[in-house]
C-alpha cells in the first residue's frame, strides 16, 4: 500500500538521502493510517500483528481486505452499536495512531542525523480528530466538538512556555522562522505566528483545550 507510513516515510528518508546536507531544506509528510478503513496494525512499526489480540474479537467477520469498511452502518447504529464493539473500534483506530507514531519518530531521528549538529525544525499536528460516539456521532465530518477539534501539536522549536497553541498559527510561524522578510507581510487573520498575541483574531482554543 503506497499510502501506510512505513512506505511514505521510507521515501522521505530516501528524498533526504538524496538532498545536499550543506542546504536548507523543508520537507512535507502527510500519513493517513490513522483513518477509515481502520487497517488492524502491529506494535513497534510493524505493519500487522503476528496474529489477532484478544480485543478485536467483537470485530471478526468485520474485515475486508485488512480494513474496516462500511461507515454509514455504523454510524446509524446498524452495526458495532454495543459498548463492546465500540471500544474494540476504537482500539483498532489506535493501532493505526500508534503506527504513524512510531514511524514519525524513526522520520524525526532521520532527520537529526541528516541535519548533523544543526538546529531541526520539525512538527507533527493532524487536520482533525475523530469521534467514537462520546457526542453521539462517529468518525469525523459530521460536527465541529471536541472529539473532532482537539488534535495533537507538537514540535522541537516551541520550547516550554504555557501556551494554548493553534494549526491556524502554523503557517505563519513556520514563514517567520524560515523566512522572517515574507512574514511580516502575512494577513494577521491568517494566524498569530504562534507564540505572539494577535487580538484581531478568534479566542485562542475552546474552553478546556490544554496549553502546549
Sequence with gaps: MASRADSVVGRAIRWLEGTD??????????????????????????VAPSSPPDWSAPLSGRFEDGGLRGI????EGEI??????????????????DFSAWWTRELIR????FSRGRELVWVVTSDHGEE??????????????????????LTSGLGRESRVARPIDLGPWILSTLWPEEAA?????LGSQLLQTDHRLLPCAPPGLPPL
Design 21 to 46: 546536507p550543506r542546504r536548507p531544506w523543508f520537507l512535507w509528510v502527510h500519513l493517513l493510517d490513522p483513518h477509515l478503513p481502520y487497517e488492524l496494525r502491529g506494535a513497534g512499526g510493524r
Design 185 to 189: 507581510d502575512v494577513d494577521p487573520v
Design 72 to 75: 454509514g452502518p455504523i454510524r
Design 110 to 113: 532521520a532527520g537529526e542525523d
Design 80 to 97: 458495532l452499536g454495543s459498548d463492546e464493539e465500540r471500544r474494540a473500534l476504537r482500539r483498532l483506530y489506535q493501532t493505526g495512531v
Design 132 to 153: 467514537f460516539f462520546e457526542e453521539g456521532g462517529f468518525e469525523h465530518g459530521h460536527s465541529l466538538g471536541d472529539p473532532v477539534l482537539r488534535v495533537p501539536l
